[in-house]
Nanobody
Framework: VQLQASGGGLVQAGGSLRLSCAAS???????MGWFRQAPGKEREFVAA????????YYADSVKGRFTVSRDNAQNTESLQMNDLKPEDTAVYYC???????????????????WGQGTQVTVSS
């Protein structure tokens, strides 16, 4: 599966952005995750969407501000980001996996497919 992330950009604090992750194949049976990497920091978990239950999972730092959604007809996973903060500045990556236990859904090593990343910059 090839993934392509888009939608990043420059936004002021308090603003919103919507990232999209377009897949080359159907993702109806695929867990999808979002990760980010800020300058000088390790890549970290942001959010994930479990395919079978439809349940979403979020990092504490984004809970209540970010929302994942899926359009199976378009093979697209989206990350709606509201009330953005300067500390959200990072390169955002989407990732996918077709197998894996729930307990590893936040682990980037558990994902097989990765998009190229899209830059999100939040100015104060």
């Amino acid at each position: 599966v090839q993934l392509q992330a888009s939608g990043g950009g420059l936004v002021q604090a308090g603003g919103s952005l919507r990232l999209s992750c377009a897949a080359s194949e159907r993702i109806s049976r695929t867990d999808m995750g979002w990760f980010r990497q800020a300058p000088g920091k390790e890549r970290e978990f942001v959010a994930a969407h479990r395919w079978n239950s439809g349940t979403s999972y979020y990092a504490d730092s984004v809970k209540g501000r970010f929302t994942v959604s899926r359009d199976n007809a378009q093979n697209t996973e989206s990350l709606q980001m509201n009330d953005l903060k300067p500390e959200d500045t990072a390169v955002y990556y989407c990732a996918g996996r077709r197998t894996g236990i729930l307990s590893t859904i936040r682990n980037q090593s558990a994902y097989y497919y990765w998009g190229q990343g899209t830059q999100v910059t939040v100015s104060s």
